[in-house]
């Protein structure tokens, strides 16, 4: 049981993990850090997990970092405020790294934080009524546990906009910068969206997803030379041999379904 987040996964190994602290828009304090901490490492070592589903309540998506916990940290030693800052560090890396596809559904506003924990996702849709700020100058802070995720999503020349001005933008704009995928009318169509993408993800191997997912990791800033390309064979070699590469590989050619696909799913 938790007091801050619901989370169930299904026959198909869908996991629908929903923020739930609507009394402050889904604000996150350090008791959400350490539950979603808690439950994401453990998702990642589940096998059955087949993509993660992140969703706020009806009208919020995140309000970014709790005020009292922000206004706690004025009086608190430098070692406390490091230490709360690693667990929020290590959450997010949690989230980015898990070795499965994750999805957000973003309906209404997601501030400072709740940008950050869109940004460690793979794929984002959001709501017409969705906004999105980084206003952490405003308080004299920066985002600086949260902001190498979002730098990584938007660039740095979006970066340097939105970070400097703390200025709000909606769906449009977010979907232009690459913060987000796709813009839908209202909060059913967006989930349309979200059945969609997982019918998608469900019918591909669980290895091949999270191969493809290091990968991108492994590759992403760096130049294609000599020791790129030699990394890129050897993981290539590797996934040949593997046992879902040989399933789905003997399923094309026989026009059959392989053993780990899931078509259909309810």
Sequence with gaps: MSDTIDCA???FGVIRLQLKRPEV???????????LSATLTALGQNERARVLILRGGPQHFCAGTDEHWIAQGCSASADHNFEDALN???????????????????????????CGLIACCDLIVATARSRFAVPDARLGLIPAVYGPYLINKI???AA???FLTGEQFDGEVAQRIGLIHEVHPDHATAQQQVAQWCAHILRNSPHALTACK???????H?????AMISDTAHRMAHIRSHEEAVEGIRAYLEASTPAWAIKNPA
């Design 222 to 226: 760096r130049p294609i030379d000599d």
């Design 160 to 162: 340097r906009r939105f």
């Design 25 to 35: 828009c889904h604000a996150i304090n350090e008791i959400m850090v350490a539950e």
């Design 214 to 220: 290091r990968l991108i990791t492994s590759v992403e």
């Design 9 to 11: 996964m299904d026959e």
């Design 88 to 114: 929020i560090a290590r959450l997010l890396r949690i989230l980015d790294r898990l070795p499965f596809p994750t999805i957000a559904l973003v309906d209404g506003p997601a501030i400072g934080l709740g």
């Design 155 to 157: 660039g740095s020349s």
